[in-house]
């Protein structure tokens, strides 16, 4: 790059630095502070908890027994739930 144009960008850069110190004095242009964002821990990407399939359908099944168990305190009784 030639001196010259060196020269004229640094001059274009300045020019604009004082256009938005004046717009910033003037109250049409807010200076905005860059906040440095704070990492989000990655969750594993995978889709069962459990190490086998066994491991998975006695989860499962512990979880559906606990919901019928719920869901036996909380409706009156029914067909489907009588003892």
């Known amino acids: 790059m030639s001196r010259s144009r060196e020269k004229q960008e640094k001059q274009q850069h ?3 630095e004082e256009k938005m110190l004046e717009r910033i004095h003037s ?7 860059h906040e440095e964002r704070k990492k989000k821990l990655a ?7 459990g190490e086998s399939t066994e491991e998975e ?14 869901y036996r305190q909380m ?3 029914c067909d489907g739930f009588k003892q």
Request: proline share 9%.
């Open 75 to 77: 409706l009156p009784e």
């Open 57 to 70: 359908q006695k989860e499962q099944q512990d979880t559906v027994e606990k919901a019928t168990m719920v």
């Open 27 to 33: 109250a049409k242009m807010t200076p905005v502070a």
């Open 14 to 16: 300045k020019n604009q």
């Open 43 to 49: 969750l594993p990407n995978r889709l069962n908890r």
